[in-house]
């Protein structure tokens, strides 16, 4: 098993809370990291149809069973549960009594805030990062073989081609998941809406455009962009809304969790289409984001991430917000370093009043270093 960066976290939430709840896309590798970081506790899965039937029907006695130390799998299939935990945790009241997780994370976190407020922190899991694949040494060897790949575990556990996964994926995606959190008749139209989102990466979003596109009203764009942010497949940056003196864009951008889930949405089929096509740059500004994002999640915290653009179209592809304090990433899938990179960095930190060590471009490059202009960081090492 390859050694996931939140690992630390979240065996440290277990020795403090009474139960963790563990979210994130499909597949990401939730229950095998559970298993492993609590190799001593029982393993339930609501997906057997016999567990869950008793965990539905008699929640009293399914807690009677597995009365401590249990990882709940799939939990959102049995919502009477919730209510049981409560008492359960109020009355023992210990700490790593119960782990949960599950795949529909908007039923599972919606039974969770509604009775287990307070109880369980929270956790997200997200794809495979750069830094985790570095230090299992399984890092695709070129940004093209990374885009196109992704960061999947089964996909590098069992060595399965990107074009095998990802169109199963999706189907299962959308059989499964997208049928039990929305009652969507046409789920050939709900597949195009995907495909146009990951053509849209890296865009400001334009509902409008993709409904019209998708020959579906804007209020059931709305309704399926909801149901992708819900399971994790694509998430929204915000502009950043301090204001300079100018006005500035407040639309945010369209990104996926996962580039190779983009690439195949995509209809790229090899690695060497990801060098040629014309949405190289944006794939790799993805991954840059996403890969911040994992930081983020990997030490339990909301993502403090923003673009900023004004008015005259100037603008900084990433910033990432500390307290009060403010680095600003300019994106470059080149692999040469170039000072004319730090062009839109200088004008953003000239209104911002920010210091170089806090200008950096993220490149295709592999050698990261700082000059009197600000920092290079290889995506090596993000």
Known sequence: MIERNIEKKLTHLASKFPIVTLTGIRQCGKSTLLRNCFDDYRYVSLEDIDIRQMAQSDPRGFLQNFPSKTIIDEAQYAPELFSYLQTRVDEVNDTGMYILSGSHNFLLLESVSQSLAGRTAVLRLAP????????????????????????FPRIYDKGIAPTDYFPSYIQTYIERDVRMLKNIGNLSAFTMFIKLCAARIGQLL?????????????????????????????????????????????????????????????????SEQIGLHYMRGELFENMVIVEKAKSYYANGLEPQMYFW??????????????????????????????????????RFAAVANLPVENQTVIYGGDTSMSTMQGNYLSWKEL
């Open 128 to 151: 495979l990062s750069v830094s985790e694949l570095t230090k299992a040494k399984k890092l695709p060897a070129t940004i093209n073989e990374w885009l196109f790949t992704g960061g």
């Open 206 to 270: 334009n509902i409008q455009s993709i409904a019209t596109a998708c020959g579906i009203t804007v209020n059931t764009a709305n309704s399926w962009l909801s149901i992708l942010e819900t399971s994790y497949v694509v998430f929204l940056l915000k502009p950043y809304y301090r204001n300079f003196n100018k006005r500035l864009v407040k639309t945010p951008k369209l990104y996926f969790f996962d580039t190779g889930l983009a690439a195949s949405l995509l209809g790229m089929t090899n």
């Open 309 to 346: 653009r004004d008015s005259n179209q100037n603008e900084v592809d990433l910033l990432t917000e500390n307290g009060t304090e403010l680095h600003a990433y300019e994106i470059k899938s080149s692999a040469t370093m170039n000072n004319d990179h730090f062009k839109g960095l200088k």
